[in-house]
Structure formats: structure tokens, C-alpha cells
């Protein structure tokens, strides 16, 4: 009984409460970098990270936390973890870092870590709390590298960089901001749809 | 300190790298406000007012302060801060001092905070006018010229958007597509009107 719940912290991310197309949290850096599904392999990598560490803490310290003051402390908690990110990027992938530019520093304010930690970490306990970050990173990078491969296969006509047909000729507009905008747009409703059959 | 410089970034903010529109910053209360004309407006004048004076101050935080001190590492953690106490500062402010713009600005200023526009605006303040963490000549000019017309192109993308938007609800848009899906379409479209003006150049 308790493995199930547990299961369900994790997966209810994935797909049920995916946070991009049923809560639709988070999209600044979701439109921005999905230009490329490697660009949204290095988003998804630290967002997963951020995600997770910052539950893990909230859900550790909520006890002691005055409720007047917690929004101040979860911000310095993540930002101290999307600062260590940077610092680790800029280290190991320096080519990532100048291809998602300032949106690595905006992961300190993209809504679904401060959406995961008002709205579970600080009522919940640590191990549900890291599953519940795992599962809502693991559901974040689905969505984005759904829509950076569309946009990727559309746009140039290559998936990670390979050419996928030799006769198709891509139309460049989905790789620009349009195109972004339009896939989200086209997918959402397509959740939506399945959502409601 | 030329004209020209100033006129490219005025253009550039309110155009050709419309927050919104091009660079994708600030979406949530693009969408989450954008449903009336109204809060529209009371949105788009709080955050105008918001990023200038946020230019303002991280960029004498920045410095004035991180640089001397060699931690320009903790420029986000600082920042989010240094936005975050501001706003509340403003939010008090306001509302001892005049408590009519308090109810018309009122419920947006928190939110303002986890606007990722005002970040992303004082971090590109940064990333354009320091070269080599020195800052490059009449940079706190050029910093809150910038920040003041970022502001500007967010309301100006943000009321377009209501404006339609209330236009689309007298609509028969397919049910799948209602309100989210569909205004993800519209500012697709509206993208694309703005992309004509990537081709202007000084």
C-alpha cells in the first residue's frame, strides 16, 4: 500500500499532472530552448536536478520555517542549487551554457519548483517529497523534448543533429519563436483531448 | 552617450526582442492576465515600474558591491533577493501612500516577483553592458533605458493580447482548443507579425 503511494508521487508527473501541458507551469524556458532536443536534454538535466534537491531541502527544514517568511527562504534555497548548476555547466558543457544562455540563471524563477514546493514539499516528508520532484522533473523533460523534437524535426529536418529524410525540405518558421508558440499551442489541445475521452 | 545606441535599444526592446514575443520571458503573466483589458493594463504598468527600478538598483548592487567583492557568482541568489525585498518594499509603500493605485496594482506586484521577465531583464543588463566585469561607458544609462522599454513592449504585447483575446470569447473555437490552446495560437501569430520588424537596422 505504502510502495503504491509512492509509486504515485512519482508517476503522477509524467503524465496525470504533467506540468507543462495540464498545469501549464513553466513555460518561459519550455518555449525558449526547445529549439534544439539536445538544448532540451541540458534544460531537462539541471531542471531535474533543481527540482529534486530543492524538494529534498524544503521538506527537511518546513518544520522550522516560519510560515510568514518561507517564500524568502525556498527562493535562497533554490537559487543556491541553480547557482551550483550553473557553476557545474559552466565546467563540464561550456557550449550548453552559451546555447541556453541567461535561461539557465531563470530556472530560480520558473514556476514549477516553487509551484512543487508551496504546493507539496512543505506539507509533505522527505522520501514522497524527492519522488514528487523526480517525477514532476521526469514530466517537465518528457514535454520538452516532445516539443524539441517536433520543432527540431520540422524545422531543419534533422533529429539530434542527423537528417532524418532526405526529401523532406523543413520550413525554418518552427525553430523561431512562431513556431514554438504553435506547437504548444497544437499540443496542449491535443492533451486536452485525451484528457477528456 | 549617442542617440543611436538609445534608439536601438528602445527598438530592439519594444520590437525586434519584444520580451514576450521573441524571447519568451514573463509567459505565465502573459496568459494568466491577459483575459481583460483591465488587469492588462494594471499588469503592464506594475511591471514597467517594477523593471526600472530594478534595473536600477542591481545595477548599482552589481557595481558597487559583487564586483569589489570578486562574487559575481552570486549575482542570481542576490538578485532574486534584492527584486524580492523591493517588491514587498513597493507593495508596502503603495499601500500607505495611495491606497487607489494599491487596488489597482495591489494582487499583481507579489506576483511580479516570480515574473521571470524582471530577472531576465537585469541579468541581460548585465550580460550587455559589462564587458569584462567592467562596466562599458554610460552603462546605468543604457541599463534603465532598457529595463524601462522592456517594460513597455510587456504591456504593449500583453494589451494587444487582451484585446484580442476578448474578441476570441464571442468565437466558436472547437472545445479541445478553448481559452489556453488557442491563445497559445494567437500569440504564434502575433510572433510572426513581430518578427517583420527583425530586419530593422541602425
Redesign the interface.
Known sequence: MVKNNLWQEFSKGLFKENPIFYI??G???T??ITTSIENALGMSGAVIFVLTFSNVVISAIRKFVPEKIR??CF??II??F??IT??LMQGYFPILVKHLG?FL??I????II?GRAEAFAKNNKIIPSLLDGLGMGMGFSLAIILIAGIREFLGTGKILGRIVFRCFSPSF?FV???????T???L???F??IK?R | MDIKTILMIIVSMVFINNFILSKFLGLCPFLGVSRNIKPALSMGLAVIFVMTLSSIITWLVYRFLLLPLNITYLRTIVFILVIATFVQFVEMFILKKSPALYRTLGIYLPLITTNCAVLGVTVLNINNFFVNNKPVEFSFIYSIIQGFFAGIGFTLALLLMSGIRERLLLNDTPACFRDLPIAFIVASLMSLGFMGFSGFNF
Not at chain 1, 108 to 111: A, K, M, P, S
Not at chain 1, 176 to 182: E, K, Q, R, T, V
Request: proline share 12%; with cysteine.
Open positions: 501549464v507551469l513555460l518561459c524556458p518555449l525558449a517564500i524568502p527562493i535562497v537559487a543556491s541553480v547557482t550553473e557553476l541567461i540563471p531563470l530560480v524563477v520558473n514556476c516553487m518558421v523561431l519563436p512562431p513556431g514554438a508558440l504553435l504548444l499551442g497544437i496542449i489541445a491535443l486536452t483531448r477528456k
